[in-house]
């Protein structure tokens, strides 16, 4: 069993290798940042290609939530302590560490304690912790030292001064989007639901940041609530659109019996109790639905319900999304709390302001809300990770297949040559396409080599302009994945490569295939 | 002349107090965030519409940005000290201040002597401060006391700590730009220039944060860097596009004489010597695109040239853009600075690495940095000065009367009633068109205050579905600006309103004129 895992291991740390090299070579993401200073652990930088396709998945998250009724808003990172009393993060936002008796390094215990024995242990007493310690004989990582026999609680919020006073940088949007409830209300005229989300950064000051973005210090949160009345939690009209699609359950009850995941309907899940209410349910479908609709591939996802225990304490119903990636197998990616009215009635306490709405025959009563929440670092890693492949036969020959309509660039624009005459041409078909696509325009290099780096970029379309283009006015596409080139006029090229990355046109269709030179 | 200024006052103080409860009761900006808690000067909430518009913006600036070569990166806020040393802002990023002896409340110095002499004096001694504020019996604007001789010096950056290490959130994404500098130049295979640009959060300890958005101690900086040989920076081949383009520049002895800016080609005031190079000149044009590309109007805008006293010591050339808002008069909007090789030889010599750049021949050099700075805050809120009008004669009437391509929401769907073969047609007209647009969906209220409510928000256009609709399959589009309506088939819907929201199609030409009802 233990050397199974050992080469399992060996592999994931192959890979790992091999795919942190592309991802800083080809200007994805480079770190820790910043670099020239030796780098701080769990600080990144995303270089061009990684900029834009961290975009393409918050593009898609906007589009997802807009389209299901939620408004963007935008809050302060840095806020006054008051507010992360009240949310109480303050007193509990916090991590378990040991500390190493000869380097005098932290580590979180449940990472060090779960590196050994693989079982989770996040939920272990103190002396639970310790005892693990011991049973399993775990030393320092760092040194190979003995850790001391004491648990140190640290908290993770980075704090600050605003003109001298105490205030803390933002662990999540999710609290701050909460406060301005009275403003949503009043600008909806009064009428619950109420959906809005953010996309921001938000910082933990982690003890041991790792795998990557995974666990950073400073990430992108995007995070969803609905404020709603809890009287309608089971009348959710949007329900019903949905309640027949298929999704990969894997209830607590699964888990702890040893079962895989059930595809069922949401129906089904509602059936047997996997949620309380429909509105609920909905949200889990809608949190599946944004990583599809990243381009995750079904068959890395799984949804996964929080154990009794593992729930925090407000927390009615709870489950994750969890992704599968090559580097750090299953990883939790989303979260979906049904938060009752616990986070309106703390801050309603703290701020002597009152949070609630009025029913149509007057009675008062305290919204609960709903919430989705995931960072779009690591999706974006998980992208990367799932669609990266070295070829090993053809040596050097590295390709990342992202779905066409994700691609980070969209299309090369490439003259064969530095002649006058193609570049041109080159120069006006960049520019015609440039407000309808994400593009790169490049004359330098042999063509082979550039349509090597256009692969090892993901981009799914080269346009080439050649001697021919300057008397048949036509150029070349060659597309990624097949290699095979067309032949397009420049007059019908615009409309075709929307065609084309839209999907709504086969590559075999769009021209006269032409042999590759 | 103290009086005329006061009127003027009194006016600009009276737009203003409608303006923001415009700008706040209409979903854009809250604050000082966060409200509940009384609030922290200098930070603010983008509700629904404004999170919308500031998005166009920052759409417009990426899109502006991509076209011209350069490419978007993201990298951390929070950064160790080591950085900010480096940088000069831990030692020099300050502002001066007095103390009031009475209510003990601080206030920068060159702002309360300008308040009261309209004069600008950033660049005054301690001794000349002090000397004004005597000389103008200037008291404190809280309580009237009187303030202490003595001037207090500031440093602007937010402090926290990382692993217990001084670190500092970047008071700008510039510094941290540059940082990559070796990431970019392997990336981009060795070739100058290279152009990048960072959107994101900046945080400054203002000591008197003011005038809504435009100074906030959290907000957006929108920063891009070239980064070049300095012996080609009078080589620039897109100068020669955009050389005749006239723009409105006001040089430091204009300023000086009293004169206003002249309109001139970019090619007039290189030959006027108001530039010392052509890609400095170019970078100049692109600000003054970017801000053209927002929707700002030419008449809003002037290009201000630095006074040799008032440019830091690195710059070479220095030029501002101005914009003119009704709330606040001329406000800096923009910064274009040939920053030299000042930044990375400072970096290398702090870090230790190697920050150059090789020619052609071998021989190596530091290549200087172009750069071009601006916020997204103060665009945002220039176009909701600009565009907001409130009607006087007909009471209560607002009007958002921002361009059509920048509208937060572009279409408004709206069901006549809630009846359901109305809301039916409805909801399957939204579901086809809400990848296309920014729009919202809404079934309450007289169709008349639907109308009136998108008005305010800068809605173009309303489509609306009444009982013909069932039967002739169209639907009627109102304008927001001529408040026209036409009947358009809903099978022709998606394609109008695209053609519309571009400005390729007329609205009087896109379908039958009714009467409105």
């Not at 030292?145 to 140190?152: A, N």
């Not at 795998?211 to 009348?235: C, M």
């Not at 080439?464 to 007059?491: A, L």
């Amino acid at each position: 069993m233990k050397s199974k895992k050992s080469n399992e291991d060996k592999e994931k740390e192959k890979f790992l290798k091999e795919f942190t090299s592309f991802v800083q070579d080809r200007g994805f993401i480079w770190g820790p940042s910043p670099e020239i200073y030796g780098g701080v652990a769990g600080f990144y930088t995303y270089g061009p290609m990684g900029r834009l396709l961290k975009l393409k998945v918050e593009e898609s998250v906007r589009k997802t939530f807009r389209a299901n009724d939620f408004w963007e808003i935008e809050t302060p990172i840095v806020l006054p302590d008051i507010v992360w009393k009240a949310s109480g993060h303050l007193d509990t936002f916090s991590d378990k560490s040991v500390e190493c008796s000869k380097c005098k390094g932290l580590f979180r215990v449940d990472n060090i304690i779960e590196d050994v024995t693989g079982d989770p242990c996040t939920h272990y007493s103190d002396q639970q912790f310790l005892n693990a310690i011991n049973k399993n004989n775990i030393k320092c990582p760092s040194c190979g030292g003995d850790f001391k026999y004491e648990i140190f609680v640290q908290n993770l919020m980075m704090k600050t001064k605003v003109a001298g006073k105490d205030s803390s940088l933002r662990p999540e949007t999710a609290t701050v989007t909460y406060l301005p409830f009275k403003r949503y209300y009043k600008f909806f005229r009064g009428k619950l639901p109420i959906g809005v989300f953010q996309i921001g950064k938000v910082f933990r000051n982690e003890i041991s940041p790792r795998q990557h973005v995974i666990r950073g210090r400073e990430f992108t949160q995007a995070e969803a609530q609905i404020f709603l009345d809890p009287d309608t939690k089971n009348e959710w009209e949007r329900y019903e659109e949905i309640k027949n699609e298929k999704l990969p359950f894997w209830s607590w009850q699964s888990q702890e019996s040893g079962k895989k995941p059930s595809v069922m309907t949401v129906e089904s899940a509602i059936k047997k109790k996997l949620f309380k209410t429909k509105s609920y349910a909905w949200c889990v479908w809608l949190a599946y639905t944004q990583f599809i609709n990243m381009g995750v591939p079904e068959n890395r996802m799984r949804l996964r319900q929080h154990n009794p225990d593992e729930k925090a304490f407000y927390a009615d119903d709870a489950w994750d999304i969890e992704i599968y990636f090559q580097s750090f197998g299953w990883t939790e990616c989303c979260g979906v709390h049904d938060r009752t009215d616990y986070d309106l009635t703390q801050h309603e306490k703290f701020s002597k302001e009152q949070l609630s709405a009025v029913k149509e025959d007057g009675t008062k009563f305290k919204p609960h809300i709903l919430e989705i929440a995931f960072g779009t670092d690591r999706p974006t890693l998980a992208l990367l990770d799932i669609f990266y492949e070295k070829k090993e036969k053809e040596h050097g020959k590295t390709l990342f297949q992202i779905p066409y309509h994700l691609a980070p660039v969209e299309l090369m624009i490439y003259p064969l040559s530095k002649k006058p005459e193609l570049t041109k041409i080159a120069k006006k078909i960049r520019k015609e396409l440039e407000t309808e696509f994400d593009l790169s325009y490049d004359e330098s290099g042999s063509i082979g080599k550039r349509y090597l780096r256009a692969a090892e970029l993901g981009v799914p379309y080269c346009v080439t302009i050649d001697f021919d283009s300057t008397k048949k006015k036509d150029v070349t596409i060659r597309d990624r994945d097949s290699e095979k080139q067309i032949r397009v006029k420049i007059s019908d090229l615009k409309e075709t490569l929307k065609k084309l990355i839209k999907g709504d046109l086969k590559f075999a269709r769009a021209g006269k295939e032409i042999k590759a030179k």
